[in-house]
T-cell receptor
Framework: ETGVTQSPTHLIKTRGQQVTLRCSSQ?????VSWYQQALGQGPQFIFQ???????GRGNFPPRFSGLQFPNYSSELNVNALELDDSALYLC????????????FGPGTRLLVL | RKEVEQDPGPFNVPEGATVAFNCTYS??????FFWYRQDCRKEPKLLMS???SGNEDGRFTAQLNRASQYISLLIRDSKLSDSATYLC??????????FGKGTKLSVKP
């Protein structure tokens, strides 16, 4: 196991609602990246947090936002949920020196109805 | 051109076989390269980091050709437990990873 934890494991929401997903990074890791994986696709980069600030962002709209806390844990917030937001949301942690060597948590499976 | 291109498979091989996966990537600025494996409905697990021209870890050998923007993974003596989707992953420009759809491997008894 990587030591990266995510909650909740599963979630069902309806269109238009808001959702918050949580991630705790591996001990000693201060960088957290979030990815969205739709069925049959590879994970797509949403954003990365380092030192409590967004450090990079993929091609996702502003209704996808995040936070990082002093203990390096992170949240992903999605507003105004759409049906296409149904996916596996993965967080990955890494160190600042090796930000691309990333270890993934088990993911949160979100279903939007 | 897609950022990462892999043969989706599936590759169906018998136990003990040697199998090779190929991958091309479009971002010539990528500095880091990885292979991940992903089991059905699970998270990707880091299999290997790919250094300079390549490296070996037990039954797994990865090769990198920066000039051709090509990465390969060779698995020797395949085990049933090697059945998974294998993802070739170059690093992006924002500390992120760039994933394609991966190649599905099924090892049969």
């Amino acid at each position: 196991e990587t030591g990266v934890t995510q909650s909740p494991t599963h979630l069902i929401k309806t269109r238009g609602q808001q959702v918050t997903l949580r991630c705790s990074s591996q001990s000693g890791h201060n960088t957290v990246s979030w990815y969205q994986q739709a069925l049959g696709q590879g994970p797509q980069f949403i954003f990365q947090y380092y030192r409590e600030e967004e450090n990079g962002r993929g091609n996702f709209p502003p209704r996808f936002s995040g936070l990082q806390f002093p203990n390096y844990s992170s949240e992903l917030n999605v507003n105004a949920l759409e049906l296409d937001d149904s996916a596996l949301y993965l967080c990955a942690s890494s160190t600042e020196l090796f930000q691309e060597t990333q270890y993934f948590g088990p993911g949160t499976r979100l279903l939007v109805l | 051109r897609k950022e990462v291109e892999q043969d989706p498979g599936p590759f169906n091989v018998p136990e003990g076989a040697t199998v090779a996966f190929n991958c091309t990537y479009s971002n010539s600025a990528s500095q880091s390269f990885f292979w991940y494996r992903q089991d059905c409905r699970k998270e990707p697990k880091l299999l290997m980091s790919v250094y300079s021209s390549g490296n070996e870890d037990g039954r797994f050998t990865a090769q990198l050709n920066r000039a051709s923007q090509y990465i390969s993974l060779l698995i020797r003596d395949s085990k049933l437990s090697d059945s998974a989707t294998y993802l070739c992953v170059p690093g992006g420009s924002q500390g992120n990873l760039i994933f394609g759809k991966g190649t599905k491997l099924s090892v049969k008894p």
